[in-house]
């Protein structure tokens, strides 16, 4: 199937691109990446691709070729690595045992999924709804947010991500999703500026200094407003950005001054990635509705769910999404059998652990390196900037472009996030050796680029 895509920020028609397209099409991978370019409406960071994939196998893939990559992508779905075997054998298990439910009926795998979310959130989130794809569980959110508020507006944030679907792009703030829709999005999608403590100029002034004047962004928006339904949000930004202290706190105290309820996205964080079970633990705040996804059917099949507090069950007379695979038995086990292998496994702390070992090493590694901007994440979710100059920040968009073709030479996925950071996002099952040779690649690659 298609496989590795290009990076944000970067054209279809690029130099590297294509020279990495030339270099990659092999007897094996050139006809099948010329049959996808024809088969498939081209859009930006899919189609046309730029390798093909012919196994995927614990944190690593490999083309037609023979070629193989550790992974450090992988649309944020492979938090306990490809073809994790203790899942495979529940999928097949429940293919023999129930393989569909038709909606109206209920099946075990189904209710036992709904009563795990609720154990592992925290505070009063126990309602629950399925879905197929993140983007169609934000819109879920959004609707239970108005129902319950009797408010249609919202509070998001410039550069955020909530999916593809009409709704979710339009409290999302990304370009590539909201450019070229002709004719308006939602009305009522207010955004803001997100936090990046990076580029603030009060961020290295200290915190009395700081005053949190992006979190008083959004209490001066919502206080203006007067009528918002919800402050949707990813709880750490996935390029990725991590909160300045007390912002949450700040937002979730605005909320509840004005009103509104604070819905936060965690598809790409959520289940350890970070180092905890939920980003937003982090922060010591608990929102009113949290949405799961991507890595919630194990990097096998597609499932997505919307957990909500129990007072905001207010939906029952309406259909609040009606989804024909909501409480497929088959994708429900699989998502109740991710969660089990990152409890059993002990996959969060891991996360914590060898986030911690990777963030020092590239400090250490880089932290004196011209063209490195900034170095941030948590968990297994971190980023590395690259930049033209360190005194004005200027992004160093095409630097980041070749390091990156470097590293998936010498054998290294990941993606590049708003033109010019390295994101690196390894499944929580990578074994420390692993995890040191990549950032070795990386490391060697951003040195070369200085000349």
């Known amino acids: 199937m298609a496989g590795l895509t290009h990076t944000e920020g970067e054209s279809n028609t690029s130099d590297e691109r294509k020279r990495w397209r030339a270099e990659s099409s092999g007897e094996m991978s050139g006809p099948l990446l010329a049959r ?3 088969a498939f409406l081209h859009q930006s960071l899919s189609s046309p691709c730029v390798s093909t994939i012919a196994k995927a196998d614990g944190i690593w893939i490999e083309d037609l070729d023979g070629r193989r990559y550790m992974d450090f992508h992988g649309n944020s779905v492979h938090h306990i690595g490809y073809g994790h075997p203790r899942l495979i054998e529940a999928i097949k298990a429940q293919l023999d045992d129930l393989p569909f439910a038709p909606r109206r009926f209920t099946n075990e795998p189904a209710v036992e999924l709904a009563e795990k979310l609720a154990a592992i959130s925290p505070g009063d989130l126990g309602k629950v709804l399925f879905a197929t794809g993140g983007s169609d569980a934000n ?16 509070v998001s944030f410039w550069d955020a991500f909530h999916g ?4 979710a792009a339009s409290v999302g703030g990304e370009a590539t999703f909201r450019s070229h829709i002709a004719g308006p999005l939602m009305p009522g999608t207010e955004h803001v500026a997100p936090f990046a403590c990076y580029r603030c100029p009060y961020n290295h002034a200290g915190p009395d200094v700081c005053g949190l004047a992006c979190a008083q962004m959004v209490d ?8 918002v339904a919800a402050v949707i949000a990813e709880p750490m930004r996935a390029v990725p950005y991590v909160p300045p ?4 706190k700040a937002v979730r105290e605005a909320c509840n001054r004005h009103g509104a309820l604070l819905i936060m996205d965690e598809i790409p964080t959520g289940l350890g990635k970070t180092g905890r079970m939920f980003a937003f633990e982090h922060d010591e705040v608990v929102p009113d509705i949290v949405t799961l996804g991507k890595a919630l059917g194990g990097g096998i099949l597609p499932i997505a769910a919307c957990i909500a507090r129990r007072d905001l069950d207010v939906y029952g007379d309406f259909a609040i999404g009606h989804y024909t695979h909501e409480k497929n038995p088959v994708t429900a086990r699989a998502a109740l059998t991710t969660i089990e292998i990152i409890e059993d496994e002990g996959l969060v702390d891991r996360a914590a652990d060898l986030g911690a070992y990777a963030m020092e090493r590239l400090q250490n590694a880089l932290g004196d390196c011209a063209i490195v901007g900034d170095i941030r994440g948590r968990g297994l979710m971190f980023g590395v900037e690259i930049v ?3 005194e004005d920040k200027t992004p160093g968009n095409e630097m980041a472009e070749r390091i990156y073709y470097a590293c998936l030479s010498a054998g290294l996925s990941f993606k590049i996030s708003q033109g010019c950071v390295l994101t690196l996002s390894p499944p929580l099952t990578i074994e420390r050796d692993d995890l040191a040779h990549a950032l070795s690649i990386v490391e060697t690659a951003i040195w070369a680029e200085t000349g």
Do not use: H, N
């Not at 819109?139 to 919202?154: D, M």
């Not at 202290?245 to 949450?248: L, R």
């Open 388 to 390: 033209q100059s360190r």
């Open 36 to 38: 996808d370019a024809d």
């Open 139 to 154: 819109e879920v959110a959004l609707k239970i947010a108005r129902a319950a508020t009797g408010r249609f507006k919202t």
């Open 245 to 248: 202290p007390g912002f949450w």
């Open 164 to 167: 593809a679907g009409f709704g």
């Open 220 to 227: 001066y928006v919502l206080e203006r407003e007067g009528d």
